[in-house]
């Protein structure tokens, strides 16, 4: 058995760091790199993707919302063709600045709301996808594990890899529990690892209320944003090593 551990990186903006990225990047197989809407210039993306060509770590491009200071995780209202050309220009951003490193763009995860609304609504995630797949038909698409999300890329014949959260609660319907509420996030690093392994050695999501949702599991993330994150992903990493569980990047 293998997985691919992947984190949302190069969140900073400026002179403000987000996480450290470069202890992440020592950890991770794959890194979500911020795209200059809800996080992220391109002085952070070309550091980042740098980082991650260096240690063999694969690059993919993470739109969200523009949002910078809620940090792409309020909800916004927009039409179809309005969430495509969000996605699309983002992609075309990261694709630019990974080749002007050496790299390329393998595959793309949405963020925060978006990622959220587009689990929920198939209709968003359509959108979405398809107009990242117009950009790049090899992308792949880093999908929340039996949800909407991984139902529509399969139906538009998509490479998808399925996804499992580290530090986040699950609802019964597979979906995330909600941030505002309590137990949403996990601060114990070494519970994460046992919780990771046992979800990988079951086939499953195991959710807040103890059910098993039975899914295809490719990826896992650990955030890069938060005080414990490097501590987080350690604990992942070395769970899954002892355990016996393979790491590889997504491509």
Request: with cysteine; hydrophobic share 50%; charged share 20%.
């Amino acid at each position: 058995m293998q997985v691919d551990l992947n984190a949302d990186l190069g969140e900073g903006f400026g002179p403000w760091p987000m996480g450290d990225d470069k202890a992440m990047l020592d950890i991770v197989t794959s890194a979500n790199i911020a795209c200059g809407f809800h996080a992220g210039d391109p002085e952070v993306m070309a550091r980042t993707m740098r980082g991650a060509l260096a240690r063999g770590v694969g690059i993919g491009a993470h739109p969200g919302f523009a949002d910078l200071q809620g940090f792409g995780r309020r909800r916004l209202a927009l039409s179809a063709d309005e969430l495509g050309n969000l996605v699309a220009y983002q992609l075309g951003a990261a694709q630019g600045m990974a080749r002007s490193v050496g790299g390329r763009v393998a595959h793309l995860k949405l963020h925060g709301a978006l990622s959220n609304m587009a689990t929920d609504e198939a209709d968003i995630a359509r959108a979405c996808f398809q107009a990242a797949l117009r950009v790049d038909p090899d992308l792949i698409l880093v999908v929340l594990a039996g949800t909407r999300m991984q139902a529509v890329a399969a139906e538009l014949g998509a490479r998808h890899a399925c996804e499992i959260f580290a530090d986040r609660a699950y609802r019964d319907d597979g979906g995330l529990v909600d941030r505002r509420q309590p137990g949403a996030v996990m601060h114990d690093p070494a519970e994460a690892g046992r919780r990771i392994v046992a979800m990988l050695r079951a086939g499953a999501i195991l959710t807040a209320s103890g059910k098993r949702l039975p899914c295809r599991i490719d990826t896992v993330c650990v955030h890069g944003d938060s005080g414990e994150a490097v501590a987080m992903a350690g604990a992942v990493r070395a769970a899954l090593e002892a355990a016996g569980i393979g790491l590889a990047t997504l491509a």
